[in-house]
């Protein structure tokens, strides 16, 4: 399908991604709306190409899975595969943090399909526990994300994982499970307290994204 190559290599590299975020709504919905229908046309042949786009800071992989929002109960499964792949190849990056950045927009956008939601934050909460100081941020930052009000309580195994990244080695871990904790008010404060530097650092590298390098 040279159409669909053709369509979804416009966007593909980091300096014309910028393009598309410059574009006006109707032209970014048209373009979605046109990824859509080469998606549905051709599922596999669809997979394969998204299978051959190395997860980086910068790449189309967001806009494709802003697409597939559109459709979502077409894939919620590829959602869910996404993830595993994405965690998978960003385990062997010096930017563990930074090459799953990606994945943010399904988490934004939220899936409205309970069974796989509940399927990415199992997925989620497993990856809490890797010893790659990025990979346990990435993982803390999307369920800060996929967790909310309506569904916390039903998640608590999994807040209660994260309640014991507040005393993690790494510093900017600990700041980020005691900010992802807060907000649901279920734990007391002295639980989710951290030092002053923590709070400091943690911050100041959140805001800049900092480059988490794999030891």
């Known amino acids: 399908m040279v159409g669909m190559t053709a369509a979804l290599e416009k966007y593909r590299k980091e300096q014309q991604l910028d393009n ?33 786009i190395e997860p980086t800071e910068f790449c189309s992989l967001s806009i494709i899975y802003e697409a597939l929002m559109l459709d979502e109960n077409n894939w919620v499964n590829f959602f869910v595969e996404e993830h595993q792949r994405v965690f998978d ?41 890797s010893n790659i100081p990025g990979i346990r941020l990435r993982a803390i930052h999307l369920l800060h994300l996929w967790i909310n009000p309506d569904n916390q309580l039903e998640h608590y195994e999994t807040l209660t994982k994260i309640r ?13 499970a005691a900010q992802a904790l807060k907000q649901t008010q279920l734990f007391p404060k002295k639980e989710l307290r951290i030092s002053y530097i923590d709070k400091i650092i943690g911050r100041f590298h959140f805001l800049w994204r900092e480059i988490f390098v794999i030891n």
């Open 20 to 52: 598309f975020y410059l574009l006006r709504d109707d032209e970014k919905n048209n373009y979605l709306k046109e990824v859509l229908y080469f998606a549905n046309s051709n599922p596999y042949k669809f997979i394969q190409y998204c299978k051959s």
């Open 89 to 129: 190849l960003a385990k062997s990056k010096r930017r563990p943090f930074k090459s799953s950045y990606c994945l943010e927009v399904l988490a934004m956008n939220k899936i409205r399909n309970k069974t796989y939601e509940n399927k990415i934050i199992h997925f989620l909460a497993g990856e809490i526990t």
């Open 164 to 176: 014991e990244l507040v005393h993690d080695k790494n510093r900017k871990v600990r700041w980020a």
